[in-house]
């Protein structure tokens, strides 16, 4: 089995995009009917994101079971940690991790899975700059140049990772952290001498919110990116 694991706290307005994309990713026929498991590991949600969780749940097909855990952390290393467990437990043989502001390809499990390696970390694209209003335009033109979109980048993102079973129990698995808990999995893997695909083939679209869940992630990272291409556009760069 094939597990996905989907942190969250508080969000709705994403969550169902990012169902409906996993869900097309189960469904793809080049998994050759093995099963995926979708779970959302939900920390200290007090919106509508449960209630999402379980309609899909509902409509799902037989080969992709959708559910929830649930914990009270505010915290997305335990909660990642939390749901990979789950997964674990369940029998998962690979574990796909992604973000619940974000949408995988279809063919996202796919491409993890042809690599053929303990670790695949992926790349992010954002479509939509919009929460960024007026910096929109130097932010996407910033990201553009300084982001590296193509195999053999060394970027690691929640977002877009997938780890062998194994592989994730001899590193120890996710630390409770706040934030960069991505980093310390793929630096304990490295220590463990995990075999790595550096890889943009596993395509995902993640949102550039200003609300970001976990201070210290991809959210602050392009809130920096707007203030360094403030200073270069004043530097006349």
Known sequence: MIGIVIPAHNEERYLDACLRAARAAAADPALHGEAVRITVALDSCTDNS?????????????????DHVS?????????????ARHMLHHGARWLAFTDADTEVAPNW???????????V????????WSPHRDNADLLRNHFHNSYTDADGHRHIHGANLGVAADA???????APLACSEDVALVTALERTGARFAWSAAPRVTTSARRDAKARGGFGDTLLRYVETARAASAAGM
Do not use: K
């Open 168 to 174: 994730y129990l001899r590193a120890g698995g996710f």
């Open 50 to 66: 449960r209630a999402i969780v379980e309609r899909h749940a509902t409509e799902s097909g037989p080969r992709c079971l959708i």
């Open 121 to 128: 970390c992926g790349t992010v694209a954002v479509h939509d």
């Open 71 to 83: 914990v009270d952390a505010r915290n997305v290393g335990i909660t990642r940690a939390a749901g």
């Open 109 to 119: 499990l796919a491409e993890q899975l042809r690599l053929n390696v303990d670790v």
